[in-house]
């Protein structure tokens, strides 16, 4: 091989590397638009003998769905949010496996600069005012190996300029960004529900 075919090739290897990182980056997490993201929270009965594990939460046999209507209402509360087609009231019991319209709330800039920040390949323009929704689902696996709680959330972003209605916003942004915000709530509440141990 001549210096010169061994150069050439060299050259074709860098681009296919570079068009490898350049895919790469595209599609890092959270650079999809409206793109559902998923959290679970595993539990277990109640035992007798050597006590509950304090890093599990221990549900009742039937109380799955109330435990996690509970958490899901008190976190979309915390932010403002209430559901559009179900139950608004905490101590409401969510239907597992239906899918639930979560209402828009407008963002402050600092949320908007926090995504810009952290997703700057997806950065939102300044010139409009933004709102988020979701949609929103969980399901409840009990299997004596493996019970959890799944949660199913797609964040819905909207925009709209001053005095005009919400429209869905189509551009690339961050979904797991606009996801975190209601799920790093729930982790937190179904945290404050596992037992201590002592």
């Known amino acids: ?23 790469f ?9 409206s793109r559902t993201v998923t959290t679970e929270q595993r539990f277990e009965r109640p035992s007798v003998g050597v006590g509950p594990n ?14 996690t209507s509970l958490v899901v209402i008190q976190a979309l509360q915390s932010l403002q949010h209430s559901l559009l087609d179900g139950p608004a009231a905490v101590g409401a019991t969510l239907t597992p496996n239906k899918e639930y319209t979560v209402d828009i709330v407008p963002l402050t800039e600092s949320e908007i600069a926090e995504h ?28 004596p190996a493996d019970r959890k709680l ?12 001053t005095g005009s209605k919400w429209r869905e916003y189509k551009r690339e942004y961050s979904s797991e960004f606009f996801g975190d915000r209601v799920l790093r709530r729930v982790t937190a509440a179904f945290s404050a529900l596992q037992p201590r141990s002592k």
């Open 25 to 33: 980056v595209w599609q890092q997490p959270g650079a999809a638009q």
């Open 116 to 143: 810009n920040q952290k997703y700057p390949n997806l950065a939102l323009p300044t010139s409009a005012v933004y709102g988020i929704g979701y949609k929103l689902k969980y399901s409840v696996r009990d299997k």
């Open 150 to 161: 799944l949660l199913q959330l797609r964040p819905v972003l909207n925009h709209r300029g």
């Open 1 to 23: 091989m001549s210096v010169r075919d061994s150069a050439a090739r060299r050259r074709r290897h860098v681009v296919a590397l570079a068009c490898v990182a350049a895919t």
């Open 54 to 67: 304090p890093h599990l939460l221990v549900i009742e046999n039937g109380q799955e769905d109330d435990v």
